[in-house]
């Protein structure tokens, strides 16, 4: 176990944990945090199992965790590690399960005090709209050929289904297409797990939410990204679903044999991986991506949705409904990504478990209207909490592999959060505080409760304070969809 002896602070919110403190870590780990945040990661595996990630082939200057760090399978949620892209190794464990699960911002040009003679109606229209709940199949039925095209094409393939402006693929990572993704890769199982479920939420700690911009930090930055004080906006929070699960599923088990193949000796048979280059890192890699573009392609079509909700409640009443994407992020992903290391361009692959990419201005992948300001990084709270827009910076680039936090981070287990609160007693304070709730399960409502998260304004202020996101705006929520 670790102690607070072993953890050492390099910095105003930098602690480190030096590689001579466990067995085998070929690398540093490192943690952006407060003390707060060091405390509660004490009181689970989660700096355990940083540690074992730093012991992973060809992992590169240090393993990483951002402030929103908690125990999960294999890597913590909240990990980052970079391996070098010829001699290291893919961890599916390094991406998760729901892969490609991410946040989408929309905005519209709307007050919040013009929506809110219409709100129990917005939320009840967006939760019709919006199918959510476990194992729930959506609007759409696909034949196992129309999978595949998803697989392939992503939000292209919303888009030449009339179900995307060409404006929303340039708002969103990777333009909605990872482009290596091969259907071939992906199992039938998964596959036909994944055939009713575009367009759907799902449920965990995925959510729609309508949002007011509670407040600005940098001006000129919100009105590039066009934020302003009082507007209504929307988030969609969601992955792959059962596909991606599926196909995390299917690699871990195929992993077993790859890692006796290669003699691979591993502190945790959770930490399951490959080597980069081996034809079973790239078939993992292919797969991985095929389940980002179908997430992508999901987040597409549940814009769509939303913006129908609007439309049916908004349209003749309030000008300006119409909803814009911001940004789409991912935050379960691994990636093969140049970055500068010691003075050389090497390429690696960038492990993001539960954190985001918080790219620089100038990055060539910013959209090229947020060249100059950098990639937009959106940090969602919990229900009845704020919620953050950042952008990336160049301390990132330099410091954190150009990764940033991707929520609040779970300072208690669902079971743990039912204990403390009933899911019909959270629905009524919310809505007694002024947030309209629409759930299809009272229980799930109760593990997503905003005592189960850690305090995201602290968690933020580490990440803003340590330069590799800076604060552009703080949203908070007025009506909420789980599943």
């Known amino acids: 176990m670790v102690s607070r002896q072993n953890i050492r602070q390099i910095g105003a919110y930098l602690y480190e944990i030096d590689a001579s403190c466990g067995p085998d870590m070929r690398v540093p780990a490192r943690i952006y945090a407060d003390e707060s945040i060091i405390d509660a990661a004490l009181h689970d595996r989660s700096l355990e199992q940083l540690i074992n990630t730093a012991t992973l082939p060809g992992s590169l200057c240090y393993a990483l965790a951002m402030p929103d760090i908690h125990q999960g399978y294999g890597f913590p949620i909240g990990g980052v590690l970079a391996t070098d892209a010829r001699t290291g190794v893919v961890s599916p464990g390094g991406v998760g399960f729901d892969i490609n699960c991410g946040v989408r911002l929309l905005a519209s040009e709307m007050e919040a005090d013009e929506v809110q003679p219409y709100l129990s109606q917005l939320a009840t229209s967006l939760y019709q709209h919006i199918p959510s709940g476990v194992g729930v199949g959506g609007f759409l039925k696909l034949s196992t050929a129309e999978v595949d095209e998803v ?35 992906v199992s039938g ?29 940098d001006d000129t930055i919100a009105q590039v990204l066009g934020l302003f004080p009082g507007q209504v906006v929307l988030q969609i929070h969601c992955g792959s679903r059962g596909l991606g699960h599926q196909v995390c ?123 100059h300001v950098g990639q937009p990084v959106l940090v969602p709270g919990s229900m009845g909490t704020a919620s953050y827009v950042l952008v990336g910076t160049a301390g990132a680039m330099r410091h954190s592999f150009g990764s940033s936090c991707h929520g609040a981070g779970r300072r208690l287990s669902r079971k743990a959060a039912k204990r ?43 990440v803003h304070n340590a330069n590799i996101a800076r604060k552009v705006a703080r949203l908070r929520p007025l009506a909420v969809v789980k599943g």
């Not at 797990?193 to 959510?207: C, I, M």
């Open 249 to 371: 599923t299917d690699y871990v088990q195929a992993f077993q044999g790859a890692v006796k193949k290669y003699g691979l000796t591993l502190p945790d048979r959770q930490l399951v991986c490959a080597p980069v280059a081996s034809p079973a890192g790239q078939d993992y890699l292919a797969a991985m991506a095929a389940a980002a573009n179908y997430a992508w392609a999901n987040r597409q079509v549940l814009t769509h949705q939303a913006r129908q909700a609007f439309a049916q409640v908004l349209a003749g009443h309030v000008r300006g409904y119409e909803l814009r994407l911001v940004y789409d992020i991912a935050h379960n992903m691994a990636k093969l990504e140049t970055h500068t290391i010691e003075g050389q361009s090497v390429q690696v692959c960038v492990h993001r478990k539960g954190a985001t990419r918080a790219f620089a201005p100038g990055h060539p992948a910013v959209p090229a209207d947020y060249a």
């Open 420 to 462: 403390q609160i009933r899911g019909q007693e959270l629905k009524q304070r919310l809505q007694q505080s002024g947030i309209e709730v629409r759930t299809s399960s009272l229980r799930g409502l109760a593990e997503e409760a905003p005592m189960a998260y850690k305090d995201v304004n602290s968690v933020v202020e580490v």
């Open 189 to 217: 199982r998964a596959k036909q797990r994944g055939r009713d479920q575009v367009g759907t939420l799902g449920a965990g700690n995925h959510f729609a939410e309508i949002d007011i911009v509670d407040e600005i930090f």
């Open 151 to 185: 697989l392939a094409r992503g939000a292209r393939w919303a888009l030449d289904k009339g179900m995307a402006l060409p404006a929303d693929l340039a708002h969103t990572e990777e333009l909605g297409r990872m482009a290596s993704a091969r259907a071939d890769k």
